[in-house]
């Protein structure tokens, strides 16, 4: 029987988030978005499009560890990109988004995978979600089976927006902003996933990212968002 592996994609958003992190960015303007699907499991796209048996799945949530922050090295030296230097939040979320849709562990360990993801967030901790970035990422034994299988994955991202919540409390609170200055960001692409003997897959992605843009700074990542993709 062909094994079934797990894919590093975003397929159950905010595993192990505490309510004081809930409640700290709530505090922003992305609370609107926050408060409407705290808890609510991510739709990540159809995952019918994939006829091939063996394709690669998505860690179960009981698997991922939200502790990862305390555990791993401050940088690392794998496959993921640095973050861009762009104070725009629109294609700084794109940037992001395309990051977490991609990885490759033949040639980078989970703690390099997780290292240099970190170097993306914001160094505010009242607003920095690490929990709902490094959930995404499988344990360190279905990372060790997805190198096994040399898996790797590769994104495309197709556009990115300000959802429809996000707008609407910047016009009934324009002040609202500029607490922590952080933006909600949707940003839709596709997912190729490709491991040992042909094996492909492609998947839809769609994730809602909240990032940080303070003026005169570079644009950093907050968090993962709830579904609201509109």
């Given at each position: 029987?062909?094994?079934?592996?797990?894919a590093?994609?975003?397929?159950?958003?905010?595993?192990?988030?505490?309510?004081?992190?809930?409640?700290?960015?709530?505090a922003?303007?992305?609370?609107?978005?926050?408060a409407?699907?705290?808890?609510?499991?991510?739709?990540?796209?159809?995952?019918?499009?994939?006829?091939?048996?063996?394709?690669?799945?998505?860690?179960?949530?009981?698997?991922?560890s939200?502790?990862?922050?305390a555990?791993?090295?401050?940088?690392?030296?794998?496959?993921?990109?640095?973050?861009?230097?762009?104070?725009?939040?629109?294609?700084?979320?794109?940037?992001?988004?395309?990051?977490?849709?991609?990885?490759?562990?033949?040639?980078?360990?989970?703690?390099?995978?997780?290292?240099?993801m970190?170097?993306?967030?914001?160094?505010?901790?009242?607003?920095?979600?690490?929990?709902?970035?490094s959930?995404?990422?499988?344990?360190?034994?279905l990372?060790s089976?997805?190198?096994?299988?040399?898996?790797?994955?590769?994104?495309?991202?197709?556009?990115g927006?300000?959802?429809s919540?996000?707008?609407?409390?910047?016009?009934?609170?324009?002040?609202?902003?500029?607490?922590?200055?952080?933006?909600?960001?949707?940003?839709?692409?596709?997912?190729?996933?490709?491991?040992?003997?042909?094996?492909?897959?492609?998947?839809?992605?769609?994730?809602?990212?909240?990032?940080?843009?303070?003026p005169?700074?570079?644009?950093?990542?907050?968090?993962?968002?709830?579904?609201?993709?509109?």
């Open positions: 029987m062909r094994k079934i592996l797990p590093l994609s975003l397929s159950s958003f905010g595993v192990g988030w505490s309510a004081n992190k809930r409640i700290a960015i709530m922003t303007v992305v609370a609107v978005l926050l409407r699907a705290a808890a609510v499991a991510w739709l990540s796209g159809s995952r019918d499009s994939h006829p091939d048996p063996g394709r690669a799945l998505p860690a179960p949530a009981s698997s991922r939200p502790t990862d922050a555990r791993i090295p401050r940088t690392g030296s794998g496959s993921v990109p640095r973050p861009p230097q762009i104070a725009d939040p629109v294609a700084y979320a794109k940037a992001a988004a395309k990051m977490l849709w991609s990885y490759d562990t033949r040639d980078t360990s989970r703690d390099q995978q997780l290292a240099d970190r170097a993306w967030m914001t160094t505010e901790t009242k607003y920095a979600d690490w929990a709902s970035v959930g995404q990422v499988p344990d360190p034994l990372w089976r997805m190198a096994d299988q040399g898996q790797h994955a590769t994104a495309t991202v197709t556009e927006h300000f959802p919540a996000f707008t609407t409390a910047v016009a009934d609170d324009p002040s609202a902003i500029t607490q922590a200055y952080i933006y909600a960001v949707t940003v839709n692409g596709t997912q190729h996933i490709t491991w040992k003997k042909g094996g492909a897959g492609a998947e839809a992605q769609a994730v809602t990212l909240a990032v940080q843009c303070r005169g700074h570079d644009c950093t990542l907050a968090a993962i968002a709830p579904s609201v993709t509109q």
